[in-house]
Nanobody, 114 residues
Framework: VQLQASGGGLVQAGGSLRLSCAASESIFSMPFMAWYRQAPGKERELVAKILRTGRTDYGDSVKGRFTISRDNAKNMMYLQMNDLRPEDTAVYLC?????????WGQGTLVTVSS
């Protein structure tokens, strides 16, 4: 399975971006998909995850500002990011589990200016 993240860019604080993660195969049976981020000099952290059931969970720093979703028909996962802050600046990566194996996509850079 190949995952392709896109949608990053430069945005001012308070702005919004929508990230997309496109899968090369059906995501319908993927029990788990998630967005992670990694800022320079920091460890990779979980941003949000979504289960096949639709249940979602978020990192504390993004709760109330970010929304994760998935469209199984289009084999896509999204991350709507609102009220962006400079501390949200990072490379954002998507992943998913298929047939018991974890797959990572390449990252997309989000830069939030103050």
């Amino acid at each position: 399975v190949q995952l392709q993240a896109s949608g990053g860019g430069l945005v001012q604080a308070g702005g919004s971006l929508r990230l997309s993660c496109a899968a090369s195969e059906s995501i319908f049976s993927m029990p788990f998909m998630a967005w992670y981020r990694q800022a320079p000099g920091k460890e990779r952290e979980l941003v949000a995850k979504i289960l096949r059931t639709g249940r979602t969970d978020y990192g504390d720093s993004v709760k109330g500002r970010f929304t994760i979703s998935r469209d199984n028909a289009k084999n896509m996962m999204y991350l709507q990011m609102n009220d962006l802050r400079p501390e949200d600046t990072a490379v954002y990566l998507c992943n998913g589990i298929s047939s018991g194996q974890l797959y990572w996509g390449q990252g997309t850079l989000v830069t939030v200016s103050s």
